[in-house]
């Protein structure tokens, strides 16, 4: 068990040079971030979900360990706005569950417009498979009441973490026995960098939260110039000296899981 660190995609050309050798074609940029990071948070599918084919080639062509994450689709979160999720649940998991030992946790992020209901995400949490690890990110202050904590909590959902300009923009909730991490850009002089302090103080504070028996999954959203990468790696670093263990990163200095 471990703290997971890896981005938010892998498909970014401004990457060349940073993650990815400049002649490498983009077809092999999968094969050569699972070689480096041991974990990634797919978006596909909150734009597009993917076809069972296209999870069982993720599947094929990434190494034995190896951790997705999958967002899920926004026609549950943003257009249904929760109502109604058996279907959409249904038809997502169906299709990413070809990821096989790979499928991570299921992020719902939430529209910064929809205000809480516990119904609605109670009700959408009992569609999921009784094994399936499932974080939530709100992103409206009137999510932060004790009731929802309650049912993040009797549904073992995890509260997901966010990061913006090195603020926590949501409550330090440990719902689960396992975390979610998201950090959407630093403000650091070379944005959107996040400096070493900063990075840090989020090592800390998951030090101070989980055992490090537990998961962190922990993903860089800041992708502009190959930031997230860099970022990943100074984090794992500051993990592992806060006492953790921390899969593999490009710089090597974490301990493969």
């Not at 966010?162 to 923009?169: C, E, K």
């Not at 998951?206 to 930031?227: E, H, K, L, M, S």
Request: net charge positive.
């Amino acid at each position: 068990m471990t703290v997971l660190v890896g981005t938010s995609g892998w498909q970014y050309r401004d990457w060349r040079g940073v993650l990815y050798p400049p002649d490498q074609p983009q077809r092999l940029w999968l094969e050569e971030y699972a070689r480096q990071f041991a974990t990634v948070e797919s978006n596909a599918a909150f734009y597009r979900l993917p076809e069972e084919k296209t999870f069982a080639d993720w599947r094929d062509r990434t190494p034995d360990g190896f951790v997705m994450a999958v967002k899920a689709s926004r026609y549950l979160t943003h257009i249904k706005r929760l109502r109604d999720p058996q279907e959409p649940v249904g038809r997502l998991m169906s299709r990413a569950v070809r990821l096989g030992p790979r499928l991570g946790p299921v992020l719902l992020q939430l529209p910064p417009t929809l205000h809480a209901d516990a119904g609605l995400l109670d009700t959408c949490l009992g569609c999921f498979p009784a094994d399936a690890r499932v974080a939530v990110e709100p992103r409206h202050t009137s999510w932060w009441t004790t009731e929802i904590r309650a049912v993040l909590e009797r549904r073992g959902a995890a509260l997901c973490w966010a990061d913006r300009r090195s603020r926590p923009v949501t409550p330090l909730w440990r719902t689960a026995d396992w975390g979610y991490l998201r950090l959407h850009g630093g403000r650091a002089q070379a944005g959107p960098r996040y400096g070493k302090q900063a990075l840090a103080g989020w090592a800390r504070r998951i030090a101070d939260t989980w055992p490090d028996r537990a998961d962190v999954y922990t993903y860089f959203n800041n992708d502009v110039g190959g930031a997230a990468v860099l970022d990943a790696v100074r984090f794992a670093r500051a993990a592992s000296a806060a006492g953790r263990s921390v899969s593999r990163t490009p710089s090597g200095r974490g301990s493969a899981r």
